[in-house]
């Protein structure tokens, strides 16, 4: 698991991603984007969904961590 910050509009936004470490061999990426409509979620609530899908698929799971509205 590793966070990335790149840039955004108005401020960095983080991705998590999980990457499951027996896999040796090239990906599928899945991009994860939690629920929770711009007001509720983060990459912590979705951070056991995550790391799931990426054990159970075999993928490399990118979680955006989106900001929320005010």
Do not use: N
């Amino acid at each position: 698991i590793q966070d990335i910050p790149i840039s955004g509009h108005a401020q960095h936004i983080m991705l998590r991603c999980y990457r499951p470490t027996f896999e040796k061999r090239v990906l599928p990426i899945v991009l994860y984007c939690h629920g929770g409509g711009f007001v509720a979620g983060g990459l912590d609530e979705a951070d056991h969904q995550a790391s799931v899908l990426a054990a159970q698929v075999g993928a490399w799971v990118v979680s955006v961590g989106d900001s929320l509205a005010p």
